[in-house]
């Protein structure tokens, strides 16, 4: 029978193996080896023991380390990681800015008067329109359709008999479409294909030769995305889209490698059957499963309860690949830098010959008033371990309040934009007629005030089809139980009336110019959000700060209401205690409609 010997299984250095193996001997084998000197072969073999240890130990301690998104240092680890805990890492950042584009549109008479012929010559500039940088030749494209046919929301900036100079502003990004085209054997499960370039940003589209469209998904067991319809009804300005459910068979997910090359996978299915061919019953539900006790602890859903194209069709044959690429520390450009663009996609909505009207497709001009910024690398692998880490806590659910306004306001603004949020917690048990969506027999339901912009930016009441799109949106975000009502919230429109003393030694317009423009940044809608109070305290510390102002003599806030203003009227005097004024008990959210003829003020002598 073999003795039992002391062996150490805690070292982990070089001097602690070779330690307990010089123990170790001296030990076991006291009469066959005692020499320990450093010159002697018996002590190499010794120190290259304890060095195929270190190493071993070494590489142990960092396998297990890796699969820990803490401790992770390899990016292609970091990538994986990050992807488990639903955070998609970045190639690049696009910068961005908004774009001034002016053109001239001629006049007609209406009336006794000239007015823009609108209707016969507004352009209109589809969406990834392209332009170019003067400085750097980067391309940026435009991110939404610029439409010149809507006068509501267009800038006139200067007039005369001939025609009408009129500004639209869109929001551009730093990037440019590519193309590329690949090809699948047929029946090949789960395929990928890797594109490899400089900067990826996104997958744009996915078409395949016979004019299917395949979509993006978050994860390939997800097989209903959101679907754009135009929309037809008589709130199309606000809401340009619909947005419904729509099962998507042909689908794919993407992700960014640690090389920054991009990867598409697709589905396995290669079924014959399309997904709403499919009914579930018990028989193919339960198809393959060996019938027993385990099957009260199976997990069904979509994606497993039958393998047929559950995780979306496979592809077969060749698919276009569309994307886009930009972005990077260089596309930050200056101010007036974008002044070149590509008109060749821009048309009349109206049915005018372009060939007879090229003075007017000429007369486009695009600037930009701000610089661009935000274009940057990657993610570097401490961004991507913080990012996913709070990726994995969101889970892309709604669960708190904030979440709730958060996800609202973040709804795509071809759905329509959601200007302003709140949610509470109502136990009215008669709730407004304005609700689009209720489930009052839920007890822990939220309330959801919104109020959406019109096109000159003013506060008004989100339509009905508004209202219809929040709720499907909000209905892939929100978990089973909860139940949201959306509702109207109220705009109380107010004036602000001030006098002030001036400095001797400062013109008096001047000063109460600035005073007047201080006040339109401190009123500035963006800054403003539903139940926020007006202290009173705050403007006029506003107004002091102003160089010149010796004193405020008088701050009046009035109310405003009938006409173009909210039809509700607010008792201000009521409702100012301690030198704050409160919004009502319903959610409301205050607004200077008009800022030029809202806010007055003077000079008087003190």
């Known amino acids: 029978m073999s003795e039992d010997k002391n062996i150490s299984y805690l070292n982990k250095s070089f001097s602690d193996f070779k330690a307990n193996l010089v123990n170790y001997t001296k030990t076991y084998f006291p009469n066959t080896y005692n020499d320990f000197s450093e010159a002697t072969p018996g002590n190499l073999f010794l120190e290259m023991s304890s060095y195929v240890g270190d190493v071993m130990s070494f590489y142990l301690d960092t396998q297990v380390q890796e699969n820990f998104l803490l401790y992770a240092k390899e990016k292609e680890n970091l990538y994986a990681l990050s992807y488990v805990m639903g955070y998609r890492p970045k190639a690049s950042y696009a910068s961005n800015t908004t774009l001034d584009i002016y053109q001239q549109i001629p006049t007609v008479l209406s009336g006794s008067s000239l007015v823009p012929d609108f209707y016969n010559y507004g352009l209109i500039i589809p969406a990834n329109t392209s332009l170019t940088s003067n400085s750097t030749g980067l391309k940026f494209l435009t991110t939404q359709q610029v439409d010149f046919t809507d006068s509501g929301s267009a800038d006139i900036t200067y007039y005369n008999n001939s025609y009408f100079l009129v500004k639209k502003s869109v929001k551009v990004i730093s990037a440019e479409i590519k193309s590329t085209s690949v090809s699948f054997a047929p029946n090949q499960k789960f395929a990928t294909t890797n594109i490899i370039d400089d900067n990826i940003l996104q997958i744009l589209n996915v078409t395949g030769s016979d004019g299917n469209i395949w979509y993006e998904v978050p994860y390939l067991a997800q097989s209903s995305i959101f679907q754009k319809v135009t929309n037809t009804g008589s709130d199309a300005n606000q809401v340009p889209y619909l947005v419904q459910l729509q099962r998507a068979p042909r689908r794919f997910v993407s992700r960014i490698l640690s090389d920054n090359t991009l990867q598409l996978e697709f589905g396995a299915g290669i079924s014959n059957k399309t997904d709403n061919q499919i009914i579930p019953t018990p028989g193919n539900i ?288 009521g409702a100012t205690k301690k030198g704050n004024i409160y919004p009502s008990l319903d959610p409301a959210i205050f607004e200077v409609r008009y800022p030029n003829t809202d806010i007055q003020g003077r000079v008087v002598v003190s």
Do not use: H
């Open 286 to 573: 339960q198809s393959g499963i060996v019938p027993g006790i385990s099957l009260l602890t199976n997990n069904y859903n979509e994606a497993s309860s039958f393998f047929t194209q559950e995780y979306g069709l496979a592809p077969s044959g060749s698919l276009t690949v569309k994307y886009l690429v930009g972005g990077g520390v260089t596309s930050n450009i200056p101010v007036n830098d974008l002044t070149i663009i590509d008109t060749s996609t821009a048309y009349f909505k109206n049915g005018t010959p372009i060939t007879g009207s090229t003075y007017v497709l000429q007369s486009i001009v695009p600037t930009n008033p701000n610089p661009s910024t935000g274009g940057r690398g990657g993610d570097t692998s401490e961004e991507i371990r913080q990012n996913a880490l709070y990726s994995y806590s969101t889970q892309l659910r709604a669960v708190t309040k904030d979440d709730y306004i958060v996800r609202a306001l973040s709804m795509p603004s071809d759905y329509g934009n959601i200007a302003k949020a709140y949610v509470s917690q109502d136990f009215n048990k008669n709730p407004q007629q304005t609700v689009s969506y209720t489930q009052d027999y839920n007890p822990l339901s939220l309330d959801l005030y919104v109020l959406a912009y019109n096109s000159n930016k003013n506060l008004t009441t989100a339509s009905t089809t508004l209202k219809q799109n929040l709720v499907t949106y909000l209905s892939q975000y929100r978990m089973v139980t909860d139940a949201i009502n959306i509702r109207d919230a109220f705009y109380i429109n107010i004036g602000v009336n001030f006098d002030i003393a001036i400095l001797s030694g400062y013109s008096n317009k001047d000063v109460l110019t600035n005073c007047i423009v201080t006040l339109k940044d401190y009123f500035d809608i963006d800054k403003w959000q539903v139940n926020q109070p007006i202290i009173l305290s705050d403007i006029q510390s506003k107004l002091l700060q102003v160089k010149g102002v010796q004193s405020v003599i008088k701050l009046e806030v009035v109310n405003k209401q009938g006409g173009n203003y909210s039809q509700y009227g607010y008792d201000i005097a």
